[in-house]
């Protein structure tokens, strides 16, 4: 029998956008992701379909792909949690997004460590857990909060 294919870690990440440049500049702003053009993704006719970018801090790339309906189908999703430092990078991090007059949680306190979350143009949750901890806590974590529990979460405007 033939094993597994050897995977050696993770190539890029992908996002599927309905709107390739506000999701760009969300990125950008949010996160400090730098675009590198030579990687743009076009079609035959030359039409811009997909991005990549650089954030800071993460290996792989992350790619923006243009594709109205497989956004609206994961809409609400959390598919990727950011790691910072400490609970005070997170407050950082908050008064950064504050400036920049994106809406955000306040800092929660999850299992194991406090969270900040961000929704993007297309309502996806974005996390950023800290790496400091405290003891597993699951009677003291903001499981009620509307930026954690998808079901308790506004509809987006």
């Known amino acids: 029998m033939i094993g597994p294919a050897?995977?050696?870690g993770i190539h890029h990440l992908k996002i599927a956008v309905s709107d390739l440049q506000a999701s760009l500049s969300w990125w950008?702003?949010?996160?400090?992701?730098?675009?590198d053009p030579e990687l743009d993704h076009r079609?035959?006719?030359g039409q811009l379909f997909a991005c990549l970018m650089e954030v800071p801090g993460v290996g792989p790339p992350l790619e923006l792909r243009l594709d109205p309906a497989a956004a609206r189908a994961v809409a609400g999703l959390d598919p990727i949690t950011f790691a910072v430092d400490t609970?005070?990078?997170?407050a950082r991090l908050g008064t950064?997004?504050?400036?920049l007059g994106i809406e955000h949680s306040p800092v929660l306190r999850g299992l194991v460590g406090w969270i900040l979350v961000v929704r993007?143009?297309?309502d996806l949750s974005v996390r950023f857990h800290t790496r400091e901890s405290h003891a597993w806590d699951p009677e003291h974590a903001d499981f009620?909060?509307?930026?954690?529990s998808?079901?308790?979460?506004?509809s987006p405007p």
């Open 6 to 8: 050897p995977i050696s």
């Open 28 to 35: 950008q702003d949010v996160t400090g992701a730098r675009r």
């Open 43 to 45: 079609g035959p006719g």
């Open 87 to 90: 609970r005070d990078d997170l």
């Open 96 to 99: 950064r997004l504050d400036g």
């Open 120 to 122: 993007t143009p297309d």
């Open 144 to 148: 009620s909060s509307p930026w954690i």
């Open 150 to 154: 998808p079901a308790r979460r506004p």
